[in-house]
């Protein structure tokens, strides 16, 4: 049986940030295949109309893909689990790595991002100033390409500003009744995250596990920070490998 994990990227996701990851599980001959769900709107597809379009398209990667771990990675994580609400995934484990959850409803960052903003944000990381700033506090140590990769992923999605829209409190109340009315339908989810993650904090697994009256098994890593599948490709290819086993 083929051995794949579909990728659920966060907001403004390329494909380009899993390719040193990629290069590092082929060049230590590892059979581990991940597969990049594509999501509408991003790296120049057409934007879905509606977030329940938006989840039926990567519910049809996930269909395809037949994956052995789904791991999902900022909004990728809610993603994950509104698959699950919908019946999707149920028997594939799922890794929560640095997820936007429930902490999405408090965060000022989220309640500042309507209108206008989303766009004007990705126009300042167009720019060199904004691109240092946020690399020398989010992305250390990782190559000039794959940074660069990075920012435009950010700069050319065109359904960025869709899910400062999407992602909200009724969005959140139905999740909660649909997965708890199911308590099957959270299990076999860990969390993974970085002690360096300056993005996304514990705190957010902490709301998160309230809302679902859940407990997932958490994991963190001391070296990693937000991008891990960057800062640290073998690494993070090795611990998907063994999770994968």
């Known amino acids: 049986m083929a051995r794949r994990v579909l990728f659920l990227g966060g907001n403004g996701h390329c494909a380009a940030r899993l390719r040193p990851a990629c290069d590092a599980l082929a060049a230590r001959g590892s059979d581990l295949e991940l597969v990049d769900a594509k999501y509408p709107g991003f790296e120049g597809r057409a934007r879905a109309g509606s977030l329940d379009e938006f989840l039926t398209a990567i519910e049809a990667e996930g269909e395809r893909a037949q994956p052995s771990l789904v791991y999902g990675t900022g909004i990728g994580g809610l993603f994950a689990l509104a698959l699950r609400a919908r019946g999707a995934l149920r028997g594939t484990p799922i890794v929560l790595q640095g997820a936007v959850l429930w902490g999405i409803e408090h965060r000022r960052f989220a309640r500042v991002m309507r209108g206008s903003l989303p766009h004007l944000l990705q126009l300042a990381l167009r720019t060199p100033f904004a691109r240092r700033r946020f690399r020398a506090k989010h992305l250390a140590g990782v190559e000039p390409d794959a940074a660069r990769a990075l920012f435009d992923g950010y700069a050319r999605c065109a359904a960025f500003r869709d899910f400062f829209r999407w992602l909200r409190a009724p969005l959140l109340r ?45 994991t963190t890593f001391a070296e990693w920070g937000h991008y891990p599948m960057l800062e640290d490709p073998r690494g993070w290819g090795e611990e998907l490998d063994r999770a994968v086993a």
């Not at 139905?174 to 904090?201: C, F, H, K, T, Y």
């Not at 679902?212 to 958490?218: E, K, P, T, V, Y």
């Open 174 to 218: 139905s999740l909660e009744r649909e997965l708890r009315e199911d308590p099957r339908s959270l299990e076999g989810i860990e969390a993974w995250w970085g002690e360096r993650d300056r993005v996304v904090g514990l705190d957010e697994l902490d709301c998160t596990e309230r809302a679902l009256g859940a407990s997932f098994r958490r």
